[in-house]
Nanobody, 126 residues
Framework: QVQLVESGGGLVQAGGSLRLSCTAS????????MGWFRQAPGKEREFVAG????????AYADSVKGRITISRDNAKKTVYLEMNSLKQNDTAVYYC???????????????????WGQGTQVTVSS
């Protein structure tokens, strides 16, 4: 069992930056691929970024490439999402999720992930 708690969301102007954190409980964090997803009002939850258990492999949605960086610190049981050059259409609730796949890959579908945090709101104003 893994419990995930996100933090770091807030209100930021377009062009600004935010750093989201997701801290896990439990002893097996280092075995999980971790992902960040987001859900805007009236839209489906979508993949943003993911990182494998070792941290060696990352994946990003095309819409955020070059602006967002995912990283993890297994000693702190935390995964981060560094977001720069934020746009209004980045406004959403951001969720972190854990995938207990044994393969060193990042899966991008919500159904692949076993555990989810409660989400943190990111609002980008004009």
């Amino acid at each position: 069992q893994v419990q995930l708690v996100e933090s770091g969301g807030g209100l930021v102007q377009a062009g600004g930056s935010l750093r989201l954190s997701c801290t896990a409980s439990g002893r097996t964090f280092s075995r999980y691929t971790m992902g960040w997803f987001r859900q805007a009002p009236g839209k489906e939850r979508e993949f943003v970024a993911g990182v494998t258990a070792s941290g060696r492999t990352t994946a990003y949605a095309d819409s955020v490439k070059g602006r967002i960086t995912i990283s993890r610190d297994n000693a702190k049981k935390t995964v981060y999402l560094e977001m720069n050059s934020l746009k209004q259409n980045d406004t959403a609730v951001y969720y972190c999720a854990a995938d207990h796949t044994v393969q060193p890959i990042v899966r991008i579908t919500t159904t692949a992930y076993d555990y989810w945090g409660q989400g943190t709101q990111v609002t980008v104003s004009s």
